[in-house]
């Protein structure tokens, strides 16, 4: 009797993962341009749908009916004023953008003793305004960083981390935090229980207080957009209104360390706004070795691979036609979550020093472009030797270039 009813328990609990999948099921439904935000909202209703999102920027609104989704798709696509409709999966968003150590092959032994010759190098060569506690992580002076600081450090300008959050109280990033919103929960609480934003952010921005590290653009308003969980996932409805918001809140450049091997309508139609209203979006190019990942792969991203400390392409780093530059990506220490400090590796850590650049690139070029961006880092920037043309893009940035 004991075992049969362990087994109607396990059953009852599989009925009910399948429920729960089931009802957490959504769909993205696009409207005509011409159709008002009150209509898209009425009419998916009428079709029997659960409004749970609005998407003005594409047009959008996002339905969820348990059991009934499907009905109330073929109910919409069945309409003149619905041009289409998209899936909304829950993906992992950073296995496609971080690599952790697993993706890509160890060094051998001569290579790791050339990264610890340059490494020390760095170090020696720290300025001596820096000389405390805090430490100047090796990308930060490969891409120049310090060198523009004495023209500008990013004041000013707002910038958004779309990602995990940010630890909100991390004595490197809270003097610089300015806001943000959580997706998700659709509140103000973009805490980050990741770590993943939080590392990204002080690569960006840490402040120059002698304490744990420094960030390209010190000096920036930062403000944290969670649409990824603890675990990294998150749905596309989840990323597009992170997108949403950052052009709402007059966003100047958005930081996106994340990627799917697969994108979808909707999504492209999100990069395009961002662009439409002028914001900058820096985008990791993703971890496969192969095809560059989505958001990044989207015309109007500024697409960014991985470097490591010997200007090499980082083996994990993916490549094609769209990368537009690389910066370093291996081996970066910055900020984590619970007021911490991290080691990790991806073109998620080298999209941040992109966006740090960017940032820099706009405090000393008011009202730029996204297109004046991308032609400004591309001019800055240098090849590096044997790293092919898809692996690089137009190259290196170079700080104090930009802000000249």
């Not at 009150?38 to 409004?51: C, D, E, N, Y």
């Not at 952010?201 to 920036?220: E, H, Q, R, W």
């Not at 990069?271 to 990942?293: R, T």
């Amino acid at each position: 009797m004991v075992r049969v009813s362990r087994i109607l328990g396990l059953l009852a609990l599989a009925v009910l993962s399948v429920s729960s999948a089931i009802a957490a099921e959504r769909r993205i439904v696009v409207f005509s341009a011409q159709t008002s935000p009150a209509q898209r909202v009425q009419l998916a209703q009428a079709a029997g749908g659960v409004v749970v999102r609005e998407l003005p920027i594409i047009n959008a609104v996002v339905i969820e009916h348990a059991n009934k989704v499907s009905i109330a798709e073929a109910k919409l696509l069945g309409l003149s004023e619905v041009t289409r409709v998209d899936q909304d999966p829950m993906i992992n968003w950073l296995s496609m953008a971080d690599a952790r150590g697993a993706d890509f092959a160890l060094p051998s032994t001569a290579g790791i003793l050339k990264n610890i010759s340059a490494l020390k190098a760095l170090q020696s060569a720290r300025p001596a305004h820096l000389a405390g506690t805090q430490e100047t992580p090796w990308g930060i002076d490969r891409v120049k960083a310090p060198e523009a600081w004495k023209t500008t450090r990013g004041e000013g300008v707002k910038l958004a981390v779309i990602d995990t959050g940010i630890d909100r109280t991390h004595p490197d990033l809270a003097g610089n935090l300015k806001g943000g919103w959580n997706t998700i929960t659709k509140t103000a609480d973009f805490n980050d229980d990741n770590g993943h934003g939080s590392h990204c952010s002080g690569t960006i921005t840490a402040i120059d207080n002698d304490l744990g590290v420094i960030g390209v653009a010190p000096k920036v308003d930062l403000y944290g957009v969670k649409v990824l969980n603890a675990q990294g996932s998150g749905t596309f409805s989840d990323v597009i209104a992170g997108m949403q918001w950052a052009i709402d809140n007059k966003m100047q450049i958005a930081s996106m360390s994340l990627g799917a091997n697969q994108g979808n309508q909707s999504l492209a139609d999100a990069v395009a706004a961002m662009a439409k209203a002028g914001v900058i979006l820096v985008a990791a190019a993703g971890n496969s070795g192969s095809s560059v990942g989505f958001p990044a792969a989207y015309p109007g991203a500024i697409a960014v691979a991985a470097s490591d400390s010997n200007n090499q392409l980082a083996s994990f780093s993916s490549r094609g036609v769209q990368v537009a530059v690389i910066a370093p990506g291996v081996a970066v220490k910055s900020t984590h979550k619970n007021g911490g400090y991290a080691t990790l590796q991806g073109t998620s850590m080298a999209t941040p020093h992109v966006a740090g650049l960017v940032a820099l690139y706009v405090a000393t070029h008011k009202g730029a472009t996204p297109a004046q961006a991308r032609a400004a880092l591309s001019a800055s920037a240098s090849k590096l030797p044997g790293v092919p043309d898809i692996g690089q893009g137009s190259g290196l940035p170079n700080a104090a270039k930009l802000v000249r």
